[in-house]
């Protein structure tokens, strides 16, 4: 599977953003699908996970209420829809596809890595 990440860019705080992640192949709805956000100078950390019918999400306590991750089997593309965005937001966002399943989900869990895409959130 391979992973293109977009939607990304400068936004003032409280505005929202949609990012998308588009798989190639024809499997997409058997993987669950995860985003994941590197701050600078920060380590990569985990912000969404979704099951791959759909029906089951878990978010990271910081963006509970404000971040949601949704996906378009058909169009094999997994959605992180960010609202009241904060400075603290920033970073760059990441897709992965999750191999394996930890209590928590963890970066070792997950591959076949997007490029990323930067978030900007101005105060």
């Known amino acids: 599977v391979q992973l293109q990440a977009s939607g990304g860019g400068l936004v003032q705080a409280g505005g929202s953003l949609r990012l998308s992640c588009t798989a190639s192949g024809r499997t997409f709805s058997r993987y669950e699908m995860g985003w994941f956000r590197q701050a600078p100078g920060k380590e990569r950390v985990f912000v969404a996970t979704i099951s791959g019918s759909g029906s089951n999400t878990y978010y990271e306590d910081s963006v509970k209420g404000r971040f949601s991750i949704s996906r378009d089997n058909a169009k094999n593309t997994v959605y992180l829809q960010m609202n009241s965005l904060k400075p603290e937001d920033t970073a760059v966002y990441y897709c992965?596809?999750?191999?394996?399943?930890?209590?928590?989900?963890?970066?070792?869990?997950?591959?076949?890595w997007g490029q990323g895409t930067q978030v900007t959130v101005s105060s």
């Open positions: 992965a596809v999750r191999r394996y399943y930890s209590d928590y989900p963890l970066i070792a869990d997950f591959g076949s």
